[in-house]
C-alpha cells in the first residue's frame, strides 16, 4: 500500500513538473509534427515494404532488422522516428520498412507470436 502511495506521489510530482513540456508536446501534434516524422522516416527507408514492395504508408511499418524491437516499439514518439532517421543517415542497416502483412508474417516466422501458425 505505502509503494502504491510514493507512486502516486511521484506520478503527480511529475504531471506538475512536465504539464508546460505536454502542452508543447500537444501543440507539436496537432499541428502533425509525429505524422510528418513518421512519413520523414518511411520515406528515408525507402517508403516501401521491402519484401513485397507494397507502398500505402498506412499500413507500413518500422522494423528493426535485427528483432530487439521490442524495447523501442515501446517508445512511438517522435523521438523514436528522429532516431530512425539519425540511424538511416549513419548507415546503420538497423531498420526496414516492411507492411503490415510482411511484419507479422516475420514475427510469426522468428516465432514471435504466439499461437501463430
Ligand atoms: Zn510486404
Known amino acids: 500500500m505505502g509503494?502504491?502511495?510514493?507512486?502516486?506521489?511521484?506520478?503527480?510530482?511529475?504531471?506538475?513538473k512536465y504539464?508546460?513540456?505536454?502542452?508543447?508536446?500537444k501543440t507539436l501534434q496537432s499541428k502533425g509534427y509525429v505524422r510528418r516524422m513518421r512519413l520523414a522516416a518511411l520515406?528515408?527507408?525507402?517508403?516501401?515494404?521491402v519484401r513485397c514492395g507494397?507502398?500505402?504508408?498506412?499500413?507500413?511499418?518500422?522494423?528493426h532488422i535485427n528483432g530487439n524491437g521490442t524495447k523501442e516499439r515501446k517508445s512511438m514518439t517522435k523521438n523514436y522516428h528522429k532516431a530512425v532517421i539519425a540511424s538511416v543517415l549513419n548507415n546503420e542497416?538497423?531498420?526496414?520498412?516492411?507492411?503490415?502483412?510482411c511484419n507479422w508474417i516475420k514475427r510469426v516466422?522468428?516465432?514471435?507470436?504466439?499461437?501463430?501458425?
Open 54 to 63: 507494397f507502398d500505402d504508408y498506412r499500413a507500413l511499418q518500422i522494423d
Open 93 to 101: 542497416n538497423k531498420y526496414q520498412l516492411l507492411c503490415a502483412n
Open 43 to 49: 520515406e528515408i527507408l525507402g517508403g516501401e515494404c
Open 3 to 16: 509503494d502504491s502511495r510514493a507512486q502516486y506521489e511521484k506520478y503527480r510530482e511529475y504531471q506538475r
Open 19 to 25: 504539464a508546460k513540456d505536454n502542452a508543447e508536446r
Open 109 to 117: 516466422e522468428n516465432n514471435e507470436i504466439k499461437n501463430g501458425i
